[in-house]
């Protein structure tokens, strides 16, 4: 087969209609030849330098869509930290809303009950006064023999309970004469109250009745006899 330079070697030949040599052939050819040379190196050249500029434009598209999806991860990261600082803050303000919410029940049901307690107490504290004369008072301390039997109760009514039943020449220690004619006194270690104010006015260095005492006794023959 024959080569593409032997092929234009023809091509000449024939348009000059056969009078041209093999030499002169090649001299009218090579200049086309060398034409033909630079036009394919400047095209493979193009062709190149075009490969190169696709890979190099692929490369920095690769790059721009790394760092692109990096910055879309980072931005979501960073979203999600600042959405979920927004809820936990938020969490927090609610939870110490409700912690000062429970304080403020809890205190309200503690003066409630303090204030409950307190009416239970006066309800339990007989109301007695401690209003007493002169000549009453001066018995405060002193040891007095009972004149009858007197029942020595819990509290200064006649609806509390018996402690004992103290007979007539019963000795005891009066603390403190109340009105209405109750005294607390204390017997063999134990305190009381009795109601036996009469008899200790009648004591008085007067020799008249106070005032501030009941000529009702509580005597423990009044509670046989009911």
Known sequence: MKTDLEKSKDNVRERSGGFLSDSSAEEVIT???RESDTQRKRTERNRTAAARNKQ???RKILIIGAVSILL????IFSAGKSWQRRVDKK????LNQSNADL???IQDLQKSNSDLQATISSLKTPQTTTT???ADSSANGTTHVLQTGYNFRAE???DSDIVMELEEGTSVTIIKVLSDGWVQAEYEGETGYLKCGDELSSKSSSGTASGSTSSEEDTSEEDEEA
């Open 156 to 158: 200064a009514n006649t």
């Open 31 to 33: 200049p086309r030849k």
């Open 103 to 105: 304080q403020t029940q």
């Open 56 to 58: 190099d434009r692929d």
């Open 72 to 75: 879309v991860v980072i931005l």
């Open 91 to 94: 969490e927090i303000t609610r």
């Open 132 to 134: 007493t004369s002169s």
